[in-house]
């Protein structure tokens, strides 16, 4: 429980006003602590990684209960398989499968999103070698070719910090 990131949430989100957080593990207690269980503006979801609630604490799993009874959260499940356990292990819930990995060649006529031809991206997250910065910089370079217009925040510390500013540089 940190409340100085809680704040710092807080602050960021109110001034980006995004439409959407997607967010996995352990999110939802900072997220509570900023803004509670009201309603925003923005869409919060969550994608599960993995087999649905096995990596989290309980007041995690708590607060994940409470958003879902007040439905203000969506889950999207990168396979067939999560999307079913997910639905097994919390009933009825606003669940889509996005499988993992998909490419976005000839996206253009179907993905609605893409025609904005604008974009913010924020990923929050510890800089580790496990969370590979590094391609996420390489793959959104390549993004901006097409959408220069793009924006990419890092929001995040450790080890890898000033690695990935200074691949951010020469990317």
């Not at 352990?26 to 993995?50: C, D, M, N, P, V």
């Not at 439905?71 to 396979?79: E, R, T």
């Not at 910089?137 to 080890?159: D, Q, T, W």
Request: glycine fraction near 6%.
């Amino acid at each position: 429980i940190d409340l100085k990131a809680a704040s710092t949430l807080r602050k960021k989100l109110r001034n980006i006003q995004p439409d959407v957080i997607n967010f996995h593990l352990s999110f939802l207690t900072t997220y509570y602590l900023a803004f509670g269980a009201r309603k925003q503006r923005w869409k919060l979801i969550e994608t599960f990684h993995s087999v649905p609630g096995h990596d989290l604490t309980k007041v995690n799993n708590y607060l994940r209960k409470k958003y879902i009874k007040k439905n203000l959260l969506s889950f999207i499940g990168i396979s067939d398989r999560i999307t079913v356990d997910a639905r097994k292990k919390f009933g009825t819930i606003n669940i889509q499968t996005i499988y993992n990995g998909i490419e976005l060649t000839g996206c253009e006529q179907t993905c609605v999103p893409l025609s904005r031809k604008e974009f913010d991206f924020i990923c929050v997250a510890n800089m580790l070698e496990v969370k590979n910065h590094a391609l996420l910089l390489e793959a959104f370079s390549i993004f901006l070719n097409r959408f220069p217009k793009a924006n990419l925040l890092l929001v995040g510390g450790g080890p890898l910090l000033d690695y990935n500013k200074n691949l951010s540089s020469q990317l």
